[in-house]
């Protein structure tokens, strides 16, 4: 069965800091994957995406993920943090039976200053 | 261009109440999808309209329900409200794709 495995639940880094959220999945073919961020009171908004071609992927605010197919990954990495990121992000493959989302659990990021 | 719109923006029901909420798409965007958001289980699919009709269905019981309108606007309900359906529910709308997909800001629904 496809799933996402985010084992962070949550994780504190200091401001300026680099960071790195863990996403694991679990799929039978080249998987669509993506990375959502949320804001407290606030919908989901698209960080970024996978689809095939280059496994580094660039997305808004500075963020970029690197697909890795032998270690089933997918982590998201910023080189130095905003008080401004500290939100919860959430890592989903695209389910190949019905196209919809499947998320991951969610890491909730704290910064501190 | 205004983005999803969820109304209301908070809910407090009483157990075995039902409820209906609602969701207006991007303007041009003809599905909709609903997710449950609870601290422990994160994003559950609940269903998918397009063009009124229902296209996907996660693994949720029958009392939970939707319908699509022929603007696009979608209503969920839940019938006989139990207090684990406390949660967020987000609405999300697309065009086609479902990697452009546009959510909006959830109803916070607390069953009592």
């Known amino acids: 069965a496809q799933s996402v495995t985010q084992p962070d639940i949550h994780i504190t880094v200091s401001e300026g800091a680099s960071l790195e959220l863990r996403c694991n999945y679990s799929?039978?073919?080249?998987?669509?994957l993506f990375w959502y961020v949320q804001s407290p009171g606030q919908g989901l908004q698209l960080l970024l995406k996978y689809f095939s071609g280059d496994t580094l992927v660039q997305g808004i605010k500075g963020f970029e993920a690197e697909f890795k197919r032998s270690q089933s990954s997918f982590n998201l990495r910023k080189p130095s943090v905003h008080w401004s990121d500290a939100a919860e992000y959430f890592c989903?493959?695209?389910?190949?039976?019905?196209?919809?989302?499947?998320f991951g659990t969610g890491t909730r990021l704290q910064v501190f200053p | 261009k205004a983005g999803v719109t969820q109304t209301p923006r908070y809910l407090i029901k009483t157990r075995g109440q039902q409820v209906t909420l609602s969701c207006s798409p991007i303007s041009g965007h003809r599905s909709v999808s609903w997710y449950q958001q609870t601290p422990g289980q994160g994003l559950q699919f609940l269903f998918e309209?397009?063009?009124?009709?229902?296209?996907n269905k996660g693994n949720f019981p029958g009392r939970f329900s939707g319908r699509q309108f022929s603007n696009s606007r979608s209503e969920m309900n839940v019938s006989t409200l139990e207090l684990g359906d406390s949660a967020l529910y987000l609405c999300a709308s697309s065009n086609t794709d479902p990697e452009k997909l546009f959510f909006g800001s959830g109803t916070q629904l607390s069953v009592l």
């Open positions: 309209y397009f063009s009124e009709t229902q296209r």
């Open positions: 799929y039978g073919a080249t998987p669509y």
């Open positions: 989903a493959v695209q389910s190949y039976n019905t196209d919809k989302l499947i």
